[in-house]
């Protein structure tokens, strides 16, 4: 069975810090999806990764998947308010359903 | 291009009440889902549909029907809603199983309280 785990689950940042959120993945797979959500809102789509050493960026975030150590990362560089929300990772088992991970609050303080 | 449409987009019931959510998407994508988002959980699979006239179950199934007669429609159907479905509840679609630039589409979300 296909697990998902993201850590952290909060992160509080400064203006203008970087940082990084982890997503692991139990099993294998062939596409990882990054999602923000803000509160009382839809997901919206960030990025889609397809293949080993994939990285994509976009802004201040930035995407990389390492299959082999079924790991993905999303960056944050030089964090702006703006950024405030929930990110959320979610595979796809070889384009079988979506598993989620629970999510990290990113809460970007002046 | 409205995408995927949710409604409605709030909703009370009384425990033992059974109501229909209603998704639909215009892009005509074949894969279909619904979603359950508690807080700290993430999102959990309810059930999902690979084209009209299949569906199959996901995570957490029980409580919950659906059925795809259209390739634009697929209802959720509660069918004697309890306290423990209070929840936000996404409908997401996509042209087939994950494929495309940007993968799924998500509906607005229907927030759902059961008292």
Partial sequence: ?110 | NAGVTQTPKFQVLKTGQSMTLQCAQDMNHEYMSWYRQDPGMGLRLIHYSVGAGITDQGEVPNGYNVSRSTTEDFPLRLLSAAPSQTSVYFCASSLRLGQGANGYTFGSGTRLTVV
């Fill in chain 1, 1 to 110: 069975e296909l697990k998902v785990e993201q850590n952290p689950l909060f992160l509080s940042m400064q203006e203008g810090k970087n940082y990084t959120i982890y997503c692991n993945y139990s099993t294998t797979s062939d596409r990882l999806y990054w999602y923000r959500q803000d509160p009382g809102k839809s997901l919206e789509s960030l990025f889609v990764l397809l293949s080993n050493g994939a990285v994509k960026q976009e802004g201040r975030l930035m995407a990389s998947l390492d299959t082999k150590a079924r790991l993905s990362t999303l960056h944050i560089t030089a964090a702006v308010h703006d950024l405030s929300a929930t990110y959320f990772c979610a595979v796809s088992e070889y384009g079988n359903k979506l598993v989620f991970g629970a999510g990290t609050i990113l809460r970007v303080k002046s």
